[in-house]
């Protein structure tokens, strides 16, 4: 299949999801809220839903990912994965979502704020590629 | 129950979709996020994807006035566009920058074994708990905002 339609026909299956998640649980499907929330205190029937969906989804995925044989490997080294998971996490947790939260399912109920952050994190991930691999000699990833 | 069985059920189209799409190869995501390299485009045709999908969809889902296994739709009730989103926002694309992993890809690819996600996911989590908890040193509102 041609990368472009994979593509597609992948975030047509992630659109499915988060319209099944939201029709029947009335969830948001993002990633970040979804998995942060398991930081905090709440009932066993929040926590419950939550592990279901993360679970479905690393089983699934994770299996999904040798069948096709895809790399899920960073071309970073490990000391700034360490420094990029702690501000994605961070980031991500004080901005109210990622690009599953605001991205996908933000836009697709047309809020404004949803549509700004994913305006913005775009803008400062290509702008943090274009540092890395155009302007640091040797890159630091 | 039925509420547990959905979520398991939604997650694991969410992962599959993922997969198929190429979203995990943090090369792939790089690729789309280096404007002035060699571009990869595929990235804008998962998004295109997903949000033409939730963009039609979630009009009639909403119509519907509830959820069929909740008597509520659980939205973040926030409106105001403050410098917590901007930040936020802006943080954690940097760090996606670095790295080519958002939360949802990084946990297919731990799930997979890929070392790099599993130095990535702790450090996540890390990020994350260290925000609540000054959050709620800071304002004694936990989780407000949050429930993306």
Not at chain 1, 98 to 120: F, M, P, Q, Y
Not at chain 2, 8 to 19: D, E, Q
């Amino acid at each position: 299949m041609h990368p472009w339609l994979s593509a597609l026909l992948g975030g047509v299956l992630i659109g499915v999801s988060a319209t099944l998640l939201l029709w029947l649980n009335g969830r948001i499907a993002g990633i970040s809220g979804i998995a942060f929330g398991l930081l905090q205190r709440s009932g066993m029937g929040e926590w419950a839903w939550r592990i279901a969906f993360l679970g479905g989804l690393m089983i699934a995925g994770g299996i999904a990912l040798h069948v096709i044989g895809q790399s899920a490997l960073s071309p970073a080294r490990w000391p700034v994965l360490v420094v990029a998971g702690l501000i994605v996490g961070y980031g991500t947790s004080l901005g109210g979502g990622c690009t599953s939260g605001h991205g996908v399912c933000g836009i697709g109920r047309l809020s404004k704020r949803s549509i700004v952050a994913t305006i913005v994190f775009v803008a400062t991930a290509m702008a943090t590629v274009y540092v890395v691999r155009h302007v640091v000699p040797g890159g630091v990833a | 129950m039925k509420r547990i069985l959905a979520a398991g059920f939604a997650g694991a189209v969410f992962g599959i979709g993922l997969a198929i799409s190429g979203m995990t190869d943090p090369n792939v995501v790089l690729g789309f996020l280096d404007v002035a390299g060699a571009w990869d485009p595929s990235l804008a045709f998962v998004m295109l994807g997903a949000v033409a999908t939730t963009t039609l969809l979630f009009r009639l889902v909403l119509r519907r006035g509830r959820p069929v296994f909740d008597p509520d739709f659980h939205f973040s009730m926030s409106r105001a566009l403050d410098r917590r989103l901007v930040v936020g926002a802006g943080a954690f694309g940097v760090g996606w920058g670095l790295s080519g992993y958002c939360p949802g890809p990084v946990l297919v690819g731990a799930a997979a074994g890929a070392w790099t996600a599993l130095v990535f996911v702790p450090a996540m989590l890390a990020g994350a708990w260290l925000q609540r908890r000054m959050t709620r040193v800071a304002s004694m509102t936990p989780g407000r905002g949050q429930t993306e």
